[in-house]
């Protein structure tokens, strides 16, 4: 058995072969992609519980909601003081004797003066 190529079969056969690659190229790439994001074991593992029925909705205990309403008030206690001392901060605090020492600086966009 012999095998006879001409220059006309290595133009298909280099068709053939660019398609095939092309195809095998986008499943790999498609693969890769669906890998990164599909989500964690751990949420679709929670997904198919759920679906099953085998995981009830956490129930509020009144306790728990009572402690996370402290906490909140703490934190917007704790918010206000952070609040207050910026303010303080971006508002400086001279009396008249000092206001002479406050002057312009000349050009703002070289950062020198004049």
Same mark, same amino acid.
């Given at each position: 058995m012999t095998f006879s190529i001409n220059p006309d079969n290595?133009?298909?056969i280099v068709a053939v072969a660019s398609i095939v690659g092309t195809i095998v190229s986008i499943l790999v790439v498609s693969?890769?992609?669906y890998l990164l994001v599909r989500p964690p074991r751990h949420v679709r593992q929670r997904r198919k519980a759920e679906k099953r029925g085998e995981i009830r909705p956490l &129930?509020?205990?009144p306790y728990e909601v009572e402690q996370l309403w402290r906490m909140v008030d703490r934190m917007e206690e704790r918010l206000s003081v952070v609040e207050r001392a910026v303010d303080?901060?971006?508002?400086p605090r001279l009396g008249r004797e000092h206001e002479e020492i406050i002057e312009p600086v000349g050009d703002? &966009?070289?950062?020198?003066t004049k």
């Amino acid at each position: 058995m012999t095998f006879s190529i001409n220059p006309d079969n290595v133009g298909d056969i280099v068709a053939v072969a660019s398609i095939v690659g092309t195809i095998v190229s986008i499943l790999v790439v498609s693969l890769i992609v669906y890998l990164l994001v599909r989500p964690p074991r751990h949420v679709r593992q929670r997904r198919k519980a759920e679906k099953r029925g085998e995981i009830r909705p956490l &129930e509020n205990d009144p306790y728990e909601v009572e402690q996370l309403w402290r906490m909140v008030d703490r934190m917007e206690e704790r918010l206000s003081v952070v609040e207050r001392a910026v303010d303080e901060q971006q508002t400086p605090r001279l009396g008249r004797e000092h206001e002479e020492i406050i002057e312009p600086v000349g050009d703002r &966009e070289s950062g020198r003066t004049k």
